[in-house]
């Protein structure tokens, strides 16, 4: 069933990316108002989150990063299909379908909202092994320790670093929960890799770069997607691997 939405372009003109919003119409004709970034309320209505998102703005970034890790394992000669997957800001499950088009050994989905593993389960039964709904940067001892009994070798994320998603510390708290010489398969806007971002991203990737822990093994400058205004959004794809444990000096200061 397609969803009556309407996109406003006349009142994008003064919003950033996190304030845009659309309007959906109902049955009854009334017509709801909804932040781009309530993701609760998008994932309570099926497909409205595809609709959105993928068809109307053509989003590809759950393939393009598959496909990129995909590329990074067969350079090295490692067997995608054997991958133990933790799917970082998971969502109503569009990455582990991706991933599922290879088939991976284990994926496990984790999001900071309850409605997004409702949704995943609802719509994509069957594609996540277990699904938690954490806040990483405030999980338990035994919360830690459920997360690294999987043994997990990949940590995906996908269209869910910065804009008031997931922050620097959880996304590092994440990367160390996989183990050493595991995967990191994610995408970045590109104004968060500039010197000038704000969101702490740019110094901490940068730094990370340099540093021994981490190697990379693929950047590319893709479209993500377009803007409301139907200008495309260039974002990085990128695959790296952990070589050891990432110190939290790394982090920035807050
Ligand atoms: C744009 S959606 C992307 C979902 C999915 N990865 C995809 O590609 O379709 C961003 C997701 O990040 C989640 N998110 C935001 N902040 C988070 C946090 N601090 N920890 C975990 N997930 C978070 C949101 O709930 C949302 O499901």
């Not at 609802?122 to 990483?136: K, L, N, Q, T």
């Amino acid at each position: 069933m397609r969803h009556r939405i309407q996109l406003p372009m006349e009142e994008y003109k003064s919003l950033s990316q996190n304030e845009a919003f659309f309007y959906l119409t109902h049955d009854n004709g009334e017509k709801e108002k909804i932040l781009f970034h309530d993701y609760a309320r998008i994932y309570q209505t099926p497909k409205l989150y595809e609709q959105i998102f993928y068809d109307r703005l053509r989003c590809k970034s759950p393939q393009v990063v598959t496909d990129i890790l995909y590329k990074a394992l067969k350079t090295e000669n490692k067997n995608f299909t054997e991958l133990r997957v933790l799917d970082f800001g998971a969502g109503n499950g569009l990455m582990g379908e991706a991933l599922d088009t290879y088939g991976v050994a284990r994926l496990v989905g984790a999001d900071i909202e309850a409605m997004a593993r409702e949704a995943a389960h609802r719509d994509r039964a069957g594609v996540y092994d277990e699904y938690y709904v954490r806040d990483f940067t405030q999980l338990s001892e035994n919360q830690i320790s459920e997360i690294q009994d999987w043994g997990f070798d990949c940590l995906t994320t996908v269209a869910a670093l910065g804009f008031g998603d997931i922050p620097v510390k959880a996304f590092h708290q994440a990367m160390n929960l996989i183990n050493e010489n595991g995967w990191v398969a994610f995408n970045i806007k590109e104004s968060f890799i500039t010197p000038n971002d704000q969101s702490g991203f740019s110094k901490y990737i940068r730094q990370l770069i340099l540093s021994e822990h981490w190697e990379v093994h693929f950047i590319e400058r893709y479209k993500h997607r377009l803007s409301l205004e139907g200008v495309p959004l260039y974002y990085y794809a990128i695959v790296a691997r952990k070589r050891s444990h990432i110190p939290e000096s790394l982090l920035p200061q807050s």
